[in-house]
């Protein structure tokens, strides 16, 4: 018998459709004038955990029929964070160009206002002078991408803990 280590398919349209809903997450708290609040981050955070837990679960139960391992599991969970990222991105570049064209004013406006408190008029120029020249489509699309994978893949290890634990009850006890 001869069984396949990963099945790609299934498992792209899991991350595929996590990052579709962070998509509509971000849509929705953009509009809703909460998406640079410091809590819709931790929000967005603790969406991608419960959408890699969910998506190891389904592809764990559907897919491996059970037999996920603590490897299995954290592939899984690193090729789904890397899928939100993508299409996280993916949506960034195609609604910033297109849809919000103000976008990264109002990116650059949000972090003044969190970070330009008690300076001087000179600092306040430097400042606000120094975010729109870092506030780039580049910079946003590559920041979005390196910080969702590094977040994704820490995520992915604490997940995968849970297969491990659930592996080894499972083993039969040595005597």
Known sequence: MTTTWIEWAPLVKVGLVAGLVQVVTGIVL?????????????????????????????????VLNGQTTYFRALLVGVVISVLIAAVYVTYNLVSVSLIYPHFLEDMVQ????????????????????????????RNLAVGNFVSACRFGTLASTVVALGFLTRWRRRQPAAR
Request: charged content about 15%; glycine content about 8%.
């Open 30 to 62: 953009y509009l809703s004038g909460v998406y640079f609040e410091p809590w819709s981050l931790r929000l967005i955070m603790l969406l991608t955990v419960a959408s890699i837990a969910a998506g190891n679960w389904w592809y764990g139960k559907h």
């Open 110 to 137: 949000a972090e003044f206002d969190q970070t330009s408190a008690g300076l001087d008029p000179a600092q306040v120029a430097q400042s606000l002078g120094s975010l729109r020249t870092e506030a780039t489509m």
